[in-house]
T-cell receptor, first 111, second 115 residues
Framework: GQQVMQIPQYQHVQEGEDFTTYCNSS?????IQWYKQRPGGHPVFLIQ?????EVKKQKRLTFQFGEAKKNSSLHITATQTTDVGTYFC???????????FGKGTSLLVTP | ETGVTQTPRHLVMGMTNKKSLKCEQH?????MYWYKQSAKKPLELMFV???????ENNSVPSRFSPECPNSSHLFLHLHTLQPEDSALYLC??????????????FGEGSRLTVL
């Protein structure tokens, strides 16, 4: 089945530094979604990318979808303590719509 | 408040107990999901229901039995679980169309501990 790999597993940065997490799939994805889960919380949707080479921005967050639609990245500029949490990418499973999640990247930001 | 409500929030059970997790969505979505989240395998897809029909079962042991009586309710029946089944069980819903699924809305989760 479709596998979604994420790196790094953990990242610890000082507040103000940038952060990037990468997502790679073994197969071509029809689309990819990103979620954030705060400690003790549940995953919350951030964005969906559909088109090859697509780039979307949400304030300090920049999301990219690779040209081959097999990889994606999330970049956070000038991290803040409110960015702490685990960031997951998710690709579509064999059913055609259910999402398989990567293992996530846990971000810790220290002031 | 995400529109997806899970009960109970916490559950402790012995290996011989039978219990059920409940999920209800108030978003009018046509698909519902069970995910298992543990330290070893974060966000592992278990079951998928679309219009009450089970469309995916990711090789989940039979001690987990899902039930979807209608498009708004989803249950996970638990029987003779093992300690390694202790995890956070997350329910989610989404609207599935011809272009695939929209965003998933997750419930707060049910934290299960098996003694």
């Amino acid at each position: 089945g479709q596998q979604v790999m994420q790196i790094p597993q953990y990242q610890h940065v000082q507040e103000g530094e940038d952060f990037t997490t990468y997502c790679n799939s073994s197969t071509t994805l029809s689309n990819i979604q990103w979620y954030k889960q705060r400690p003790g919380g549940h995953p919350v949707f951030l964005i969906q990318l559909v088109k090859s080479g697509e780039v979307k921005k949400q304030k300090r967050l920049t999301f990219q979808f690779g040209e081959a639609k097999k990889n994606s990245s999330l970049h956070i500029t000038a991290t803040q303590t409110t960015d702490v949490g685990t960031y997951f990418c998710a690709g579509v499973s064999n059913s055609g719509y259910a999402l398989n999640f990567g293992k996530g990247t846990s971000l810790l930001v220290t002031p | 408040e995400t529109g997806v409500t899970q009960t109970p929030r916490h559950l402790v059970m012995g290996m011989t107990n039978k219990k059920s997790l409940k999920c209800e969505q108030h978003l009018g979505h046509n698909a519902m999901y069970w995910y298992k989240q543990s330290a070893k395998k974060p966000l592992e897809l278990m079951f998928v229901y679309n219009f009450k029909e089970q469309t995916e079962n990711n090789s989940v042991p039979s001690r987990f039995s899902p039930e979807c009586p209608n498009s708004s309710h989803l249950f996970l029946h638990l029987h003779t679980l093992q300690p390694e089944d202790s995890a956070l069980y997350l329910c989610a819903s989404s609207q599935v169309g011809t272009a695939g699924t929209g965003e998933l809305f997750f419930g707060e989760g049910s934290r299960l501990t098996v003694l």
